[in-house]
């Protein structure tokens, strides 16, 4: 059985970006020592939430050393590696693995797709190429490309992949995995109002876009799951499950980064092509943050 890489909430980290949409890694620094303090069990950078897919290759590895170097091991990195070129994956895995990083996030190939036959070629390339561990990620919402329960129980064959974020909404497909693969394949839910029946199947967490800005609840949310303690951990996701969903009101991470920058956090505008919310949509989730007292706990 392999060490799993992370338990509990693992943040699915924004990139903050400056006006002219470069970087801002003063704020990212901000955001990473946020994290550290308020209880996050692992940080994920350049992944769909931090707009990995906007970001040039440079933007990409310079990220992710950036990261791991303020990290410091403190708490467990993961990188975002995929690609839906198996190339590509190849070399951003390798400079990952170079930049310091405890882990990799594999995406499913998108738009091109590929069979299962595919996707087991391409994760078993990826895997061959590195020495750290990887986490698969699967959202055919966004990829167009699902992994089949077989087709894991084939993949977490290979020593370095051990772990799936899965975000297929399916939760008979998650039950099937675990009967599958046990404790050959970890399990963290992709989805924040999905974790904590993904928890009572046998996930060890998340990776989530909600610990941008609850962090520590996120943190109690998964560890009242991890000490059998779903009474209360359901009481939890069901107070939060307004905000969670409010969330993904519009196509992520632009809720996300407008609620931070209503925070003070620097989060700066998403890449093209997404856009700010309407003014509705805005309007919506600055009642819904209300809502929480969260303007008032974070105004800096």
Do not use: W
């Not at 590509?88 to 996030?105: I, R, Y």
């Not at 994760?123 to 055919?140: G, Q, R």
Request: hydrophobic letters at 40%.
């Amino acid at each position: 059985m392999n060490k799993p890489i992370f338990t509990g909430s693992g943040v699915a980290l924004i990139t903050p970006f400056n006006e002219d949409l470069t970087v801002n890694y003063s704020a990212l620094e901000e955001l990473i020592e946020f994290h550290i303090a308020n209880g996050t069990d692992a940080i994920i950078a350049c992944g769909t939430t931090g707009e990995a897919a906007t970001l040039t290759e440079k933007e990409h590895c310079e990220v992710l050393k950036f990261v791991a170097e303020k990290v410091n091991r403190r708490v467990t990195v993961i990188g975002g590696t995929g690609s839906n070129d198996t190339r590509t994956a190849v070399e951003l895995s390798k400079s990952a693995q170079m930049s310091g990083v405890d882990a990799l996030l594999c995406v499913t190939p998108y738009y091109n797709k590929t069979s299962q036959e595919g996707l087991i070629k391409h994760f078993n390339t990826i895997a061959d190429s590195v020495d750290i561990p990887i986490i698969l990620y699967n959202v055919p919402s966004r990829t167009g490309c699902n992994i089949k329960p077989a087709t894991y129980a084939e993949l977490c064959k290979h020593p370095n992949i051990i772990a799936t974020k899965e975000a297929s909404g399916d939760i008979s497909q998650v039950a099937l995995i675990r009967s599958l693969c046990g404790d050959n394949l970890d399990i963290y839910s992709g989805n924040d109002d999905q974790t904590v029946p993904f928890m009572s199947l046998g996930a060890l967490g998340v990776i989530s876009v909600f610990a941008n800005i609850c962090p520590k609840e996120m943190h109690d949310i998964c560890q009242l799951c991890i000490d059998n303690n779903f009474a209360e951990a359901q009481k939890k996701h069901f107070h939060y499950l307004e905000l969670m969903n409010v969330m993904f009101s519009d196509v992520n991470p632009i809720p996300i980064k407008t609620a931070m920058n209503l925070f003070g956090f620097e989060a700066g505008e998403c890449r093209l092509p997404l856009v700010p919310m309407s003014t509705a949509g805005y309007h919506n989730l600055k009642d819904c943050l209300s809502k929480y007292d969260l303007l008032d706990k974070y105004n800096k």
